[in-house]
């Protein structure tokens, strides 16, 4: 029995109002589409989890969908702070809770492996320790010293985003990875958005690069350009320019209700989205093709 599905319908049937989500990727394979499509449908109280927030939980909190943000290092890469959680922040609006990235995919790691909490070594943000209660220390039982602890971080969801996947679940995804494998199997119910559906021929081919299996999928959706403004190795570049000017229509919330009206609410989905953006946008994010070598696996 297939596990494809709509977009629509994942974010519709997995992403409930209250649960925590955490949106994985570093860097690329961002799932902006299952962002957008959170904020079409509306979904409210959510507790945003992620390392490194991007301009999808500035979108997502600006739309009204979020009370809480559990995060390490928030800002739009390269450019500032994440203008609106930032803001929403200090103005009491949201809750939140600020780990190292250390700390951070620690307590996904915990989740994963079925662990209330993970020691880690101290690190040099001993300020996030008075900032944040659930940051401990505890004795180690092997040579009497303090270890840094954080809790397990389990989402009711984790949206993962791979370049393919087959009809089943099981993903295939290169580049830099982040944190999508630990954040997965921590989560309760998983979505992948995969830039292709291939055979599961194609995925047994290379079983090395399967990250992220069936079993532990709930629902798979077909989204081509699903990480735009980010970018997925060897599909299509990242936005440098929508990050910079994202910098400066977060500046007001007219600027970005507007942007909301127009790229959110008023396409339907991500093909539609893609297709505004134009000719111009999509010549300027080609990617020339740079295949690794062939590995051979033998016999098997």
């Not at 500035?58 to 800002?75: E, L, P, T």
């Not at 993962?160 to 290169?174: C, E, I, K, P, Y």
Request: aromatic share 10%; glycine share 8%.
């Amino acid at each position: 029995m297939t596990k494809l599905i709509s977009l629509f319908e994942a974010i519709s049937s997995y992403v409930h109002d209250g649960d925590t989500v955490y949106t994985a990727g570093f860097t690329h394979l961002i799932p902006f589409a299952a962002g957008h499509e959170i904020i079409r449908q509306r979904k409210q109280d959510l507790v945003l989890a992620r390392a490194t927030p991007d301009l999808v939980y500035d979108q997502i909190v600006a739309a009204g969908c979020a009370r809480k943000v559990i995060f390490s290092y928030m800002g739009n890469p390269g450019v500032g702070s994440l203008r609106i959680v930032r803001a929403e922040i200090e103005a009491g609006g949201l809750e939140w809770e600020e780990y190292s990235h250390f700390g951070m995919i620690s307590r996904l790691q915990a989740g994963a492996t079925g662990l209330p909490f993970m020691p880690m070594n101290q690190t040099g943000a001993a300020d996030l320790e008075r900032a944040n209660p659930l940051i401990r220390r505890v004795t180690d039982p092997y040579s009497g010293k303090e270890v840094i602890v954080v809790p397990a971080l389990k989402p009711d969801v984790a949206i993962v985003h791979v370049q393919r996947a087959d009809r089943d679940g099981n993903a295939h995804l290169w580049g830099i990875i982040g944190e999508q494998k630990e954040a997965a199997f921590a989560a309760e119910r998983v979505i992948v958005t995969t830039e292709e559906i291939v055979d599961e021929s194609v995925i047994r081919s290379d079983p090395n690069r399967t990250l992220i299996p069936s079993f532990i999928v709930d629902a798979v959706c077909h989204v081509p350009y699903c990480a735009h403004p980010s970018y997925t190795q060897g599909y299509y570049d990242r936005d440098n320019e929508f990050y910079l000017k994202w910098d400066k229509t977060s500046e007001t919330m007219e600027a970005v209700r507007s942007y909301l009206d127009e790229w959110v609410y008023g396409v339907k989905d991500r093909a539609e989205y893609w297709q505004k953006l134009g000719p111009e946008v999509h010549n300027r994010l080609k990617v020339e093709p740079r295949y690794s070598e062939v590995v051979n696996y033998g016999d098997y």
